[in-house]
């Protein structure tokens, strides 16, 4: 079974410059999340989709973030303009029941993109 | 929020048995708690998840007390490979239900 992949594996840009992450989960999950990791804390949760609508984005910064699901299956994260702050792994998941119904639904974390703003 | 407490940072050796004990006073009755591995460079890894009771599984156990306000994991004969950060994760009851990321536990075994 192939796992989430993520791309690209890391990115650098300069502040205020835009910057997009992709996803695509494993065949068949209903539920996708993306996460801000900073170098030395968890994971945070930005915002999660149930096939393609919108969950939980209350973490997400509005401002600068922006995520789509079309279709319910791929994602796109966009960051603009980035600021330094913004340096991080951002990690996308998915898993097979649709969020909410199960708490304890098992989530499968794709490799990440580490993102350096300078 | 929900929140759970584990310790920052564990040193074993290889070939003993680790302990990483989690605190979770808030979980709700329907949560299940789930634990995570997580190497350098790499997203998260499902380790395993229990209700109740006992789980055991071909890499850990899970130890879960009657009032299921803690959990322990427990991995049997460490070795350096087992160096990497444990998460602990109950879900959040308050709004959208999710997980909530703690900080998680460092384990660092030596040779």
């Known amino acids: 079974e192939a796992g989430v992949a993520q791309s690209p594996r890391y990115k650098i840009i300069e502040k205020r410059q835009s910057v997009a992450f992709w996803c695509n989960p494993i065949?068949?999950?209903?539920?996708l999340y993306w996460y801000q990791q900073i170098l030395g804390q968890g994971p945070k949760l930005l915002i999660q989709f149930q096939n393609n609508g919108v969950v939980d984005d209350s973490q997400l910064p509005k401002d600068r973030f922006s995520a789509e699901r079309l279709k319910g299956v791929d994602s796109t994260l966009k960051i603009q303009p980035a600021k330094l702050e913004d340096s991080a792994v951002y990690l996308c998941?998915?898993?097979?029941?649709?969020?909410?119904?199960?708490?304890?639904?098992?989530?499968?974390f794709g490799a990440g993109t580490r993102l350096s703003v300078l | 929020l929900a929140k759970t407490t584990q310790p920052i940072s564990m040193d074993s050796y290889e070939g003993q048995e680790v302990n990483i004990t989690c605190s979770h006073n808030n979980i709700a009755t329907n949560d299940y708690i789930t634990w995570y591995q997580q190497f350098p460079s790499q997203g998260p890894r499902f380790i395993i998840q229990g209700y109740k009771t006992k789980v055991t599984n071909e890499v850990a156990s899970l130890f879960i007390p009657a009032d299921r306000k803690s959990s322990t994991l427990s991995l049997p004969r460490v070795s350096l490979s087992d160096t990497a950060v444990y998460y602990c994760l109950v879900g959040d009851m308050s709004g959208t239900y999710k997980y909530i990321f703690g900080t998680g536990t460092r384990l660092k075994v030596l040779a």
């Open positions: 998941a998915s898993s097979l029941e649709e969020g909410g119904k199960l708490r304890g639904d098992i989530q499968y």
């Open positions: 065949s068949g999950h209903a539920t």
